[in-house]
C-alpha cells in the first residue's frame, strides 16, 4: 500500500485503537463524558475533511427504519440484559420505584441524544465513510467496527461489556449499511436504554469502573 494508504491507517489507529487504549489506561472516570465530547468534535471535523459525506443522510432515511424489528430487537436486548442480571443475582428483578421511573424517563430522553446519537457519528458515518475502504469487503468492515466499537469500551473494565458491545457493534454497522443513518441510531438507543431499564445500567456508568491495575 502506497504512503496514502500507510498514512489513513496510522490516522484509523490512532484514533480508534490509540485513543481508547489511552481513556482506558490513563483518564480518570470521572472525565469519559468529557473525552466522549472531544472524540465526538474531533470526528465531526474529520467527517467534513474527508468530503463528499452527505449530512442529509444524518437526518433522512427514517422510512427504512424497521419500527416492528427494532421493537422486537428491544425485547430481545431486555432479555439477555435480565439473564445477565439473573446469573449473577438470582430473583433480580429491576427496581421500578416512582423515583427510578422518573429517571428512566429522563433516561429515555437523553440517552439518543448524548450518548447514542455522537457514537454512531463516530462508529458509523465517519468509520464507514473515511476508513472503509481500508476493508476488503462491507463484511470485514463491519466485523472490525464491532470489534472496535467493544475496544471503545475497554475503559469499563468488563467482559460482558466487552462482549454486548462488540453484539450491538456488529448489528449497528450492520443496519448502517443496509438501512442508514437513522436506522443504526435508534437500535443504539432502543439498546442503552433497554439495558438500563433491565438494571445493567451499573456496567456502564462511570462510577463503578474499577480498573484492574
Given at each position: 500500500m502506497g504512503r496514502p494508504g500507510a498514512t489513513?491507517?496510522?490516522?484509523?489507529?490512532?484514533l480508534f485503537i490509540g485513543a481508547p487504549l489511552a481513556i482506558a489506561l490513563l483518564l480518570p472516570p470521572r472525565l469519559m463524558f468529557?473525552?466522549?465530547?472531544?472524540?465526538?468534535?474531533?470526528?465531526?471535523g474529520l467527517?467534513?475533511?474527508?468530503?463528499?459525506?452527505?449530512?442529509?443522510?444524518?437526518?433522512?432515511?427514517?422510512?427504512?427504519?424497521?419500527?416492528?424489528?427494532?421493537?422486537l430487537f428491544?425485547?430481545?436486548?431486555?432479555?439477555?440484559?435480565l439473564a445477565i442480571m439473573r446469573w449473577g443475582n438470582p430473583g433480580f428483578l429491576p427496581h421500578l420505584s416512582p423515583e427510578r421511573l422518573r429517571f428512566l424517563a429522563l433516561l429515555w430522553c437523553l440517552y439518543p441524544l448524548l450518548s447514542a446519537l455522537p457514537q454512531e457519528l463516530i462508529f458509523r458515518a465517519l468509520f464507514f465513510h473515511r476508513y472503509g475502504r481500508l476493508f476488503p469487503t462491507p463484511g470485514r468492515a463491519a466485523l472490525a467496527n464491532a470489534a472496535l466499537f467493544s475496544l471503545a469500551h475497554l475503559m469499563y473494565w468488563s467482559w460482558v461489556v466487552a462482549a454486548l458491545t462488540f453484539a450491538g457493534g456488529w448489528i449497528f454497522?450492520?443496519?448502517?449499511?443496509?438501512?442508514?443513518?437513522?436506522?443504526?441510531?435508534?437500535l443504539h438507543a432502543?439498546?442503552?436504554?433497554?439495558?438500563?431499564?433491565?438494571?445493567?445500567?451499573?456496567y456502564f456508568w462511570s462510577g463503578n469502573v474499577v480498573a484492574p491495575f
Open positions: 489513513l491507517w496510522a490516522e484509523f489507529a490512532a468529557l473525552a466522549l465530547f472531544g472524540f465526538t468534535l474531533a470526528g465531526l467527517l467534513w475533511w474527508t468530503g463528499n459525506f452527505d449530512w442529509r443522510n444524518l437526518i433522512r432515511g427514517w422510512g427504512r427504519v424497521h419500527w416492528a424489528a427494532s421493537a428491544g425485547l430481545a436486548v431486555a432479555a439477555v440484559g454497522a450492520r443496519t448502517y449499511l443496509r438501512r442508514g443513518f437513522p436506522a443504526a441510531w435508534v432502543i439498546a442503552g436504554n433497554v439495558l438500563f431499564t433491565v438494571g445493567m445500567g451499573r
